[in-house]
């Protein structure tokens, strides 16, 4: 996963020699290979923009202003089972509250493995940790987290039913569990970054007479903000997109429900909806057959996470600017 | 900058954080194995062989009153699994290699500009956008144009033919596992000394040449890597195969002919979400919790193979 987190960096323009002449004068089966190359390259380009363009015309088709402010409601008729409110809500909520979760673990845990990283064999096992996590897939992490929390002692994260069986599902278990999934990619990120900040960056701030402590808080993490931006926004890209999470532990309800008495606090405790769920329920493998309110709903989600993408792209660019002096 | 946030301090508790990484995975794994246990306790070993219908094993298990009912055969699940999981690495190792090369080597650099957001692009869409154009688009357009009507009615007396096919699963499968891919191939095309390449050059191969015999033989281990990351992720593909894989669990027959192509699977992640309204119920939750571990198992066991590959190649490339 960490290969997907990098920022795109510029590199020197690499020597493109060309003793041979054109393509022309190769061998048949060099250049049938050259063919191949291209083909893929250009298909892979041609099924993303078909994606992109097939979801833009069907939600330019059925978005309607009005279904981004009517909530949703259960019902057969398809006028009269509102627009995705709550499933909007429900995507924010979740975006921002798994990476209040997942930032500052992912931070400390990559700051760790790069500036201390003592013992090491403890340091291996946490590499080799998040590679694991990385490599979870979401069904199984939402399975644990079913059973995780479903214990006693958890209720007070989800609602509890009668005779203190508890539910064990609710918003705030879907954000614990989503953290997971950010996780491995800011902590790549970060290390990334770290990895990347040259020794004597360091070396001047020792110097200087600050302790190790003190160079992580003024000049590594700064110097590395760029890149645990571009983590956190690959990880809320990630936690957008999970279906499998929300679909097991949200709680099943379309419209966001609240549990408990503080303000706030309650929505995260009660059940709700994602946009992601939102499609799955409206497709037909769900149980509504809405497929326009799903297309409207999917194109939705598929601007969030090209906006994501987008911003991923200029953070990585702007920090090669403004970042120069550490190189 | 003293008293409380002193060096002897800050390690320990920045490492407490990956610590709890760690406790986190402990858990994870005596969790989903403890609920697991039932089923793969009664059925020993014969829980990943074959016998009977595992569709109507599953509905006996919900049914059942206790004592519970943990009867199961799960082999066509797992071939379901092995199947589109093991196509889409496939395709996807030479749809990737191919990339890869292009993106390195032989893309103008215009070109290259459009390639790489593409591939971040392709990783980054949601599974459930996936199965919705599955479900939407490819399965309609496979039911109407490409399964004749004679198709159909030749295996009629054992499966229905819908177009939720083991073709278009394998065939998202390889569109999502793809960037991974090519993400870590072009990674270690790029770190491949440029003095073997240009000696090779010197030389007198042709660019085509030297990439095939010198960069790609360099970036093996890279590859091997990428593609058991790859499968990894395909064996936990849940959404997108639950919306295109129809309802049935079958075990799609090679001898079939082209027919196989055509003809439903239901891998494991999949039946876990079709299956999750009923995961309260005890002896059927259990189950799927099975399926959890059997996925569990084998992708950590691949993430663990693919790090300790890539690690070794870092010591290489270093």
Redesign the interface.
Known sequence: ?S??A?P?QE?PP??R????GS?R??PLR?RV??G??????L???A??AL??L??LVKGVQYLRPELLWDRPEASIDQSRSGGFLDPILGTVLIVVGALVIAA??GV??A???T??G?PKW??R?????????????????A??G???FAQGGLGFLSATGEGGAVFGRSLLICCAVLS?EA?PLIVGATREGLLSTPRHVREASYALG?????T???VLLPVARPNIATGCALGM?RV?????VV??LGGGTLQLTTNGSIPGLNYLQGTGSTL?TY??AN???GEGGA?EK??AA?FL??AL??V??WA??RIARGSNERLGWTR | MSGWWSDRRVGPALGSAGVLVLAIIAGMTVYVLREAWPSFSANGLAWFGTGGDANVQLENIFRSEPPFEYMLRAWPLLYGTLLSSGGAVIFGLVLSTLTAVFIVEFAPPSVVRILEPVVRLLAGVPSVIYGLIGVLVLVPFLNDHLISTERKESVFYVIQLTGQSLLVATALLTIMIVPIMIAIAVDALRSVPSSWTEGALALGANRMRVMWTIALRAARPALVAGAVLALARALGEAIMLAMVSGGVIFAPNPLDGSTFFFEPIQPLAAAIVQGAEGITVKPYGQTLFAFAAVIMVSSVGLSITGWAVRRRLRRFAA
């Open positions: 996963m290969a997907l990098t795109p590199r690499r020597l020699t060309d003793p041979s393509w004068a190769w060099d290979l050259l191949l190359c291209w083909a893929a390259g298909a892979l380009i099924i993303a994606i992109v097939y979801m500052p673990l400390a845990t700051v760790w493995l500036e201390y003592k403890l340091a096992m946490v590499e080799s940790g998040i590679e694991v996590i990385a490599g979870t897939p979401s069904i199984v992490l399975l644990f079913l059973a995780f997971l996780l600050k302790t190790r402590a003190a992580i808080h003024r890209g957008a997109g999970d279906t499998a679909l097991l992601t499609v799955y497709s037909p493998s497929p799903a297309y999917a989600l598929l996470v090209l994501l993408n991923v792209d």
